[in-house]
C-alpha cells in the first residue's frame, strides 16, 4: 500500500480494479492515494464480487432479468452500508463526494451458472494518459490482505513492447468484463437505489478534494432542446450531426417516459453488430432495465417476450417485422420504439414489409445525422409518415462552433480521369440511353450510381495520395481510410507498406478484432469501408482518407463525424479530411448532378473547416 498502490493512484488518471472482495478498510488504508486521483481529475472503476452464497450467485445467473433481483439490492445495501461506520470521517467524504460527482464508479459481477463459484480475480490497471501499469496477484482489496503473506506481479507499459503487450491485455480483460461482454461472468451497475443511499451521506461532511473544474454543460443544451422537442411531439426525427449525442439523448427519452410511466421499456432497431454492441454498452452504463439482443449470433427475443419485468430489446433492423405479430397491441402501445440511423429504413423491402404497421407505437423515435435518403422519394416519404418528420436538427457547423466536435483542414487532391475511366463513363451512359428506349426504362438513379462507382474506383487518385503521404507520413497515424473495395484497398495498402505503419484492413465480420486494434491504438491505420461509416464512437481518430465518397452527404458526414470527436487524451486536437476533387473537363454527356460531386464536396468542406485556402500537396492553415 505505502510502496506501490497509493503512489500509483497519487499519479494516475484512471484506476481499473478488478477484485474478488472489496471492503471499506482498504479505502481507509488508500485514502491519501484517492484523493489525489481526484485531484487528478481522475476516476476510479471497480468491480467487485458481491458477498453472495453460492445459491445467490446461481438465482443471480438466471437471465437477465436476475440483474434486479432484491437479492441483489439486499446484498450491496448491507455491504455498502457498512461504510458511514467503519470509514474514518475524511475517507467517507472522499467516497461519497467521488461517487457523487462521478469519480468513482462500482459494479459488481458474479459467476456465470455453470462456474458455480464467485467471481474471485484480483488484477488491476493504473494510467496517466501517457503510460500504464498492471499488476495482478492474491491480495483482496481488504485490510487483511496486508496482513497476510500475500504477492503481485507488476507490469510497465514502458519497458518493452512484451511488457507493454501484457499491459494492454489486462487492459482489454477488464474492458470485456466491465462492459459485460467475458461470457463467464454477469456484470451489473450497482442498484441506483443503492447509489442513492450512499449519495445521500454526502451532505453531512465538506468535500475533501479540489473539484475537477466545472465543463461548460451550456454548450449541450441541445440535447435538453432535443429531449423537450420528442416529449412534445412523441414521435419524429432528431438529425442531430455525428458525436454531438444522439444515443445519450435517447437515453435521457427512455428513462423520463419510463419515470413519467408512460412507456414499460423500449426496443431498439439498429444495423450492425458493432452499432448494436455500442447501444448495448450504453444502456449497461445509463440505465437499469435489463437488455436483450437479437442480432448476429444473439437470439434473445424470447426471453424479452417473457420477461417478468421491464426491458429493453436491441434489434437488427431486418428482425423488426418478424417481430411485431408477437407483440399485442398494449405492449406496442407503453413501448418507445428507437430508429437508430433512421435512413436505413427507407429501403424497399423494409417500407413493404413494415408500412402501416407502426401505428400502434404511441412513441416512436428516429435519429440520424443526415436522415435523408439520395434518389429515393418514397423511402423517405416512408420515414416521415412511419416514423415522423424532423422535429429538431443540431448541425455539423453548429457542433464545431460550439467545441463539441472539433475543427479540422481539409486538404483536396487533384486527379484527372484515365481513358478507362472515361470510357467508362461513355458506356455507362449508352447503357442506360438503350433501356430508357425500352419498355422497362432504369430509373436515373441507377446512371448516377453506376457513374459514382467509376469515380471512387479511378485509379487516378493512387498516385496522389501516394506523394502527399511521402510529404506528409504523419497524416498516417491514427488514420481512417475509406475505399469503395477490398480490391481498390488492396492497391492502397502497396503504398502504406512503403512507409513504417502498423495497419490493417476492416471490412466483414472476420476483421472486427482489427476495429478494436484500432480503438486500442495497436493499429494506427485502418483501411476499410462503409461498415465504419455508422456509429461508432473512436475519439483518437485524427485524419479520414476519402477514395470513396458519394454526391450525398448521408455517407460524408457520417464519415467526417469519424475524426471530429473531441480526444479526451488530446485536449488541442485538430482533424484532417484528406479529399480527391477530379479536375479535368468533363464529356459532352456528362450534365449530371453526380458528375460534378467532387466539385460540391470540396466547396461544402472549405466552408465547414473555414480553410478556404486549396493547397494541392499541403494543409491549409
Partial sequence: MRDFIIPALSVSISYDRGVGYFTSN?????????????????????IASPKLSREDCDALARGMEARLEPIVIKSLSGTLAELECNLEDDTLAALSWMVADGLLDFRIAVAAAELDGDFHDKFGVFGDG????????????????????????AYYSWLDPREAERVAQEQDRFDAIWENRDPNLRVYDVPEAVRRELIEITGRLPRPYQRPAA???????????????????????????????????????????HARK???????????????????????????????????????????????????????????????????AETQRRTLLVFDEVHGMGSASLVSSLDGRLENFVYRLGLSATPERAYDTSGNDFVARAIGPVIFRFTLEQAISRGILCKFDYVALDYAFSDDDRAAVRQAIRRHHAKARTSTPSPVEL?????????KLSKEKLEPFREFVEAHSETLKRCLIFVETADYGALVQEILMSHAVDYHT???????????????????????????????????VASIVLFSSARARLETVQRLGRCLRIDPDNPSKRALVVDFVRTDDLGPDENDLES??????????????????????????
Fill in 447 to 455: 446512371l448516377y450510381q453506376d457513374l459514382a462507382r467509376i469515380r
Fill in 26 to 46: 482498504w479505502l481507509r488504508l488508500a485514502a491519501g492515494g484517492l484523493k489525489q486521483l481526484a485531484f487528478n481529475g481522475g476516476h476510479a472503476r471497480i
Fill in 506 to 540: 476492416y471490412y466483414g465480420d472476420d476483421d472486427r478484432i482489427n476495429l478494436k486494434r484500432f480503438a486500442n491504438g495497436r493499429l494506427e491505420c485502418l483501411v476499410t469501408c462503409k461498415r465504419i461509416s455508422e456509429g461508432i464512437d473512436i475519439s483518437s
Fill in 130 to 153: 501517457h503510460n500504464a501499469v498492471a499488476f495482478r496477484g492474491s491480495p483482496n482489496d481488504s485490510e487483511r490482505a496486508f496482513r497476510n503473506y500475500e504477492s503481485i506481479s
Fill in 262 to 328: 408512460l412507456i414499460g421499456g423500449a426496443i431498439v432497431v439498429a444495423y450492425g453488430t458493432d452499432l448494436l454492441d455500442q447501444w448495448n454498452k450504453e444502456l449497461l452504463q445509463r440505465t437499469s432495465f435489463p437488455v436483450y439482443r437479437d442480432y448476429a449470433d444473439r437470439k434473445e427475443t424470447l426471453s424479452y417476450l417473457n420477461a417478468s419485468q421491464d426491458a429493453v430489446l436491441l434489434l437488427s433492423r431486418q428482425n423488426l417485422p418478424k417481430l411485431l405479430p408477437k407483440l399485442s
Fill in 215 to 257: 465543463k461548460n454543460e451550456d454548450r449541450w443544451r441541445h440535447q435538453r432542446e432535443a429531449i423537450a422537442a420528442f416529449l412534445d411531439a412523441r414521435r419524429g426525427v432528431l438529425e442531430m450531426a455525428t458525436g454531438t449525442g444522439k444515443t445519450r439523448t435517447a437515453l435521457s427519452i427512455l428513462n423520463e417516459l
Fill in 596 to 621: 460534378t460531386a467532387d466539385i460540391e464536396r470540396r466547396d461544402w468542406f472549405r466552408t465547414l473547416s473555414k480553410d478556404h485556402a486549396h493547397i494541392n500537396g499541403g494543409i491549409a492553415s
